[in-house]
Structure formats: C-alpha cells, structure tokens
C-alpha cells in the first residue's frame, strides 16, 4: 500500500498541488486521472520520488519516503517497476536483452537464473517466440508488453504506470488493460496508472483519484463513478457522447432497482 498524505508541490512560486491525501491499495488496479494540465503526472512523479513535495508525507507499506537515506531509497527503487508512456524500450536490445537488462543491473540472482526469470516475464505477458526480435520489428502493442516484462522483472512489490495505453487501438488498450490489471491481482502488486482513456477507468478503475487543478476532487471506483454529482468529474469522464448515453442507461437501471 501506498499512502499520500496532504502532498503539495510549487514551480517557480506557483502551486500546482494542494494538500491531496490519497490511498493505493495493494492488489488493486489504482488509477489517477484528471485532464491534461491537471497534476496528476506532478502527482505521480512525487509518489515516485522523481519530484520532491514542499508538503506531505509519502508512506511505502508504512515507511516514510522523504525520511530516507539514499541507501534506503535505492533499496526501495529495486520494489519498483515503471511503465514509461513511450514504452522507453531499447532500440539496440532484442525483447530478451530489453528484459533481462534491469536483472543484469539489480538482481543477486546468478545469470542462469536471471535468463530463466527474462524467459518467464517474456511468456507471461504473451510474447512466446519474439525473444529475439527487436523493439523495431514488432508492433505498438507488443513493444508495451515487452514494457510490462521488463517493469515486472525484479518482481516489483509496486508498479506504476505512466499513461499505458497511448497511441494504442482501442482493441490493444483493453489488452494492455486486462494484463496490467491479472498480474496486480496475481502478484499482489499495488499498481498505480496515470490515465486518461476512459476505458480504462470504466474496465479496470478498483480505486480512482480525480485530480482537478491541484486538488484530489473525487476518489471512488467504477461502479460508483456513475453516481457521481461531482460536475468536473461528470464532465471529464462523461464527455463523449456514447459514455454519457452509457451513464444514462445506468442511472435509469439504478433508479429500477431503488424502486423494487
């Protein structure tokens, strides 16, 4: 679990974060959404620690981040895995040496077993028989699981996920989705995801952070986002024409059943 508590953040003397306090539970699917401009990717890069808050505190399964040493921070970055938007993957790398790569840097394993872990994270996201192509030679979607093994390699306790389904088909988006979302459970992985794709809100979303300029707005989940009078969030979230025709549908299926 990972626990933000009254976190707030300045630029130049300009607040971008006010005082938000959130929770990220472990095993879930967590995700942060809000528009562009709206914090969440501030919000993201503090819980990582690649940003510093002038306020809060950040808490890892109970240890406060901003009171570690640097001993202790680089033994907390070796329980974290990140999925970067670009997918960040090496060009000069095969799908086997772009995943065996953070093994190569951090793990204690001996090399046989780093290669037999590399084998396994590749099968597990799916890509049996790519091992040796390179990042060049595969598709958009296939590069973002070679992403996910390679985020998954270290057998990270925490994951975060910096807008996982850009540039992606709809039909891959919920691909990606439904894999981020097996391994959090079959892991026990506390996940984090910045997003804006309303799918994955709708598909995924076990625990939701809507940051509207600076602030934590609305926290809930995807069944209970439908219920939401908050206007910025409605607005946000429902502002395609079929996602306001589907949260009409519901309101009239939870009026039914109120009335039963």
């Known amino acids: 679990m990972i626990e933000a508590k009254n976190i707030s953040k300045w630029f130049d003397g300009q607040r971008v974060l006010y005082d938000i306090s ?22 993201m890069k503090c819980l990582i620690g690649l940003l510093s808050p002038e306020e809060g505190t950040i808490l890892y399964d109970g240890r406060k981040f901003r009171s570690m040493n640097e001993q ?31 093994l190569k840097m951090f793990s ?16 597990r996201v799916g890509l049996n028989n790519a091992d040796d192509k390179y990042p060049s030679e595969i598709s958009g979607g296939m590069q973002k699981r070679v992403a996910i093994a390679r985020a ?27 894999l981020l979302s097996d ?3 079959e892991y026990g992985i506390t996940t984090i995801i910045n997003t804006h794709d309303m799918n994955s809100v709708l598909g995924i979303g076990e625990n939701i952070v809507f940051i509207n300029k600076g ?20 607005n946000f979230v429902f502002a395609s024409k079929l996602f306001k025709e589907v949260k009409t549908f519901l309101e009239r299926e939870y009026e039914a059943e109120e009335d039963v």
């Open 108 to 123: 204690p394993l001996s090399h046989d077993e780093q290669v037999e872990r590399a084998h396994f994270c590749i099968k």
């Open 152 to 178: 998954i390699a270290l057998n990270p306790k925490y994951l975060f996920c910096d807008e996982p389904n850009s540039g992606l088909d709809p039909r891959t988006s919920i691909m990606i989705d439904e």
């Open 22 to 43: 959130a929770t990220f539970e472990t095993g879930k699917t967590n995700l942060i959404i809000g528009q562009s401009g709206s914090g969440k990717t501030v919000f």
């Open 183 to 185: 391994i959090t459970h």
């Open 72 to 102: 202790q921070k680089r033994a907390l970055r070796t329980e974290i895995g990140m999925l970067f938007q670009g997918s960040a993957l090496f060009d000069n790398e095969t799908v086997f040496g772009n995943v065996l790569f953070p």
């Open 215 to 234: 602030h934590c707005d609305w926290k809930g989940n995807d069944h209970n986002i439908f219920r939401s009078t908050n206007e910025d969030l409605n």
